[in-house]
């Protein structure tokens, strides 16, 4: 078994940043792909952004250039950079870690945007 928690959302007016942080316990060996997806009310979750254990990354194309994945493997940690925020951004946050095809989900972290 592997537990992620998250920590770092909160509320941010437009413009203005944030850091996601994710720390997986447990089970932590051979973890592969460590991302981040939000759900917004009323909305299915969708995939923000994923990076794997080599370093390759994915973005939705709502974020990139403005958002940046990035993982300490030495701290089995996934941080998600976000900048420029956008009310449209708001939503509750996920982290997702797989391992041997099976992903384990945290409680997720809201981040809300003011306009």
């Known amino acids: 078994q592997v537990q992620p928690v998250e920590s770092g959302g909160g509320l941010v007016q437009a413009g203005g940043s944030l850091r996601l942080s994710c720390a997986a316990s447990g089970s932590v060996l051979d973890i592969s792909v460590m991302g981040w997806h939000r759900q917004a009310p009323g909305k299915q979750r969708e995939l923000v952004a994923r990076i794997t254990s080599g370093g390759n990354t994915n973005y939705a194309d709502s974020v990139t250039g403005r958002f940046t994945i990035s993982r300490d493997n030495a701290k089995n940690t996934v941080y998600l950079q976000m900048n420029t925020l956008k009310p449209e951004d708001t939503a509750v946050y996920f982290c997702?870690?797989?391992?041997?095809?099976?992903?384990?989900w945290g409680q997720g972290t809201q981040v809300t945007v003011s306009s």
């Open positions: 997702s870690i797989t391992k041997w095809g099976r992903a384990y």
